[in-house]
């Protein structure tokens, strides 16, 4: 999928089953910078410590949470993959 992704310049999406689970940390280690958007999966794909806690529904708001562990995979800061993430989701969805 990775390579299809690379080939065609597909942006790849992370959700909340990067905060625990090990093989989708170890993928969004190979996803580019430059590909890579963060969603929430909202209402379902809850991240830790959300997911827990067992506080439904999902929302938008634990974006941070996705943020967090794409910041600590990628050796950068929050602050950082915020901006890139962004600036990718206003490419991928057409918005000035």
Do not use: H, W
Request: proline share 7%; charged share 30%; glycine share 2%.
């Amino acid at each position: 999928m990775l390579k299809f992704a690379l080939e065609q310049k597909v942006f790849i999406g992370v959700d909340g089953d990067a905060t625990y689970d090990p093989r989708k940390q170890a993928f969004i280690k190979k996803v580019p910078l430059d590909l890579l958007v963060l969603e929430t999966d909202s209402p379902f794909l809850m991240p830790e410590p959300i997911r827990s806690e067992r506080r439904f529904p999902n929302t938008p708001a634990n974006l941070r949470y996705i943020a967090e562990i794409c910041a600590y995979l990628k050796d950068l800061r929050v602050d950082e993959i915020v901006r890139i993430t962004t600036e990718n989701a206003f490419k991928l969805f057409r918005l000035k």
